[in-house]
Nanobody
Framework: QAQLEESGGGLVQAGGSLRLSCAASGIMFSLSTMMGWYRQAPGRQRELVATMSSGGSTNYASSVKGRFTISRDNAKKTVYLQMNSLKPEDTAVYYC?????????WGQGTQVTVSS
């Protein structure tokens, strides 16, 4: 069964850094057409944070551009989100998503809390 195992979330002070990891299993990782990170804060809709296409092109929400970096390691079947200069408004549940064979697969989410 396809699974995305997320890790790296936690509590951090404003200005700090975290790296989220999303390890995929049961998915043809190298053939994925899109990978991305999304987040959802209480009372808010889920929003796109960063994406990476199969060709390596990246796209970032304006609110995180310059602070966050999405990357992948095909050998480890893992997608990462490096988050620097974290702000309280970054507090949310972060989800990774991988698109393969016309279907989106989602992680269970990991909580990121940034204190002021």
């Amino acid at each position: 069964q396809a699974q995305l195992e997320e890790s790296g979330g936690g509590l951090v002070q404003a200005g700090g850094s975290l790296r989220l990891s999303c390890a995929a299993s049961g998915i043809m990782f190298s053939l994925s057409t899109m990978m991305g990170w999304y987040r959802q804060a209480p009372g808010r809709q889920r929003e796109l944070v960063a994406t990476m296409s199969s060709g390596g092109s990246t796209n970032y929400a304006s609110s995180v551009k310059g602070r966050f970096t999405i990357s992948r390691d095909n050998a480890k079947k893992t997608v990462y989100l490096q988050m620097n200069s974290l702000k309280p408004e970054d507090t949310a549940v972060y989800y990774c998503s991988i698109r393969w064979a016309g279907k989106d697969y989602w992680g269970q989410g990991t909580q990121v809390t940034v204190s002021s």
